[in-house]
């Protein structure tokens, strides 16, 4: 399995992937925007035999109306056909690197905790973090090595390309 950055000419590739996914389109049209806005600050994929099969993205967003050294990470879609083959995890994994990589501190993200608590994820509602979608324990937060946490709670922002798709 081959895990690398977004290149140019991924792009139908990936939005394959991520239609294959999910049983919606919006994660897809997500992805499309975001890049679209500028707004997709990581972008990852997975290849087996040089076939896309997995991608992550990661994203800016804003706390408290201002923006912040954190990532929102979603979409992470995998094909069906190669689910359950640790290819999430090694986008997981990769996804962590480059971001901390890159300087940022945190990343947040709307998962089920079963998944995400392995990489390190915990409740963003301890942190005082609310979003607009979902404030379960599902909302959930890492700080990355030698980064700091959000100084102060408030409402974490998408990037628009989330409200924008319909999701
Ligand atoms: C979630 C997803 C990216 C994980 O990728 P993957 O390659 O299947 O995951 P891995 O092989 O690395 O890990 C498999 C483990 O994840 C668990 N898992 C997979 N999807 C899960 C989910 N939605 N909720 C909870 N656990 C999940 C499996 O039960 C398995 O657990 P185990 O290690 O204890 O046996 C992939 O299953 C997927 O694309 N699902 C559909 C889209 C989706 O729901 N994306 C995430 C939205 S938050």
Redesign the pocket.
């Known amino acids: 399995m081959d895990i690398r950055f977004e290149q140019p000419g991924d792009a139908s590739a990936i939005d394959a992937v991520q239609q294959a ?2 049983p919606h389109p919006e ?1 897809a049209r997500i992805v499309e925007l975001l890049r679209a806005d500028g707004d997709l600050t990581i972008s990852i994929v ?1 290849e087996i035999d040089g076939r896309c099969v ?1 991608h ?1 993205a990661l994203s800016p967003i804003r706390l408290a109306g201002q923006p912040t050294a954190g990532l929102g990470l ?7 056909e ?11 994994q990769a996804a962590l690197a480059a971001s901390a990589q890159a300087g940022y501190e945190w990343i947040i ?8 608590q ?1 990489f390190g994820f915990t409740p963003a509602s301890a942190y005082g973090l609310t979003n607009i979608y979902d404030n379960s324990d ?1 909302f959930q937060i890492v700080i990355l090595p030698g980064g700091s946490a959000p100084a102060s709670g408030g409402l974490i922002e998408y990037a628009p390309a989330f409200q924008n798709a319909g999701a």
Request: glycine share 18%; net charge positive.
């Open positions: 996914a999910f994660e997975a997995g992550v979603g979409p992470i879609g995998v094909v069906p190669c689910q359950g083959q640790s290819v999430g995890s090694q986008l997981m993200l709307l998962g089920n905790p079963r998944y995400y392995r599902a």
